[in-house]
């Protein structure tokens, strides 16, 4: 939780006590001049015969206090929950499980490699799309089925930053296009 949130925290309890207390001053000063009303019309009577303990005067307040205390507390646990647990941009592919692919040939169409493991497949003229949901192997590929003009396409702006970043180092293949959604 950052310091922004807290002071948010701190400063909506602290308006709502303050309210809670004007409002109660309020409903005190209505009760007194309901009084004086009360004694200007019927001469030696009273609203109330004697004064209410205090604790039943402020109730209301303490049970405000109570219920902001309750809400602050299970928003604070929400906060911690969400961030206690580090969330890694990285994405743990470990022992994934592929759909392999053997021995196809794919001339002139576009190849979804996401989540894919091809082996001994020829790919003639083709654009390949990864957009980086899951990993993908290329297996047994000799070096001539695959044709000088394949391309590599995505709809993913990191896969395709990755892409441009190879590309201006002179190590990635012309022929890389993004394709946005």
Request: aromatic fraction near 12%; charge should be negative; glycine fraction near 8%.
């Amino acid at each position: 939780m950052d310091g922004l949130e807290i002071a948010g925290g701190v400063i909506v309890f602290v308006t709502n006590v303050y309210l809670g207390v004007k409002a109660n001053q309020i409903f005190q000063r209505t009760n007194e001049i309901m009084e004086r009303q009360v004694a200007l019309e019927h001469p030696g009577t009273t609203m109330m015969k004697t004064k209410p303990p205090p604790w039943r005067t402020y109730w209301p307040l303490v049970a405000m206090g109570l219920l902001t205390i309750l809400t602050w507390s299970a928003v604070g646990y929400d906060i911690y929950d969400r961030h206690s647990q580090p969330v890694s941009a990285m994405p743990d592919w470990g022992g994934y499980k592929y759909k392999d692919v053997w021995n196809e040939t794919y001339t002139d169409e576009t190849v979804v490699v996401d989540g894919k493991s091809f082996h001994n497949c020829k790919f003639n003229n083709v654009s390949f799309e990864y957009d980086g949901l899951a990993p993908f192997l290329i297996d047994r590929i000799p070096a001539l089925d695959v044709g000088a003009t394949s391309r590599i396409t995505t709809h993913n702006p990191i896969v395709m930053d990755c892409i441009n970043l190879h590309i201006y180092t002179g190590r990635s293949p012309a022929g890389v296009e993004n394709r946005p959604d």
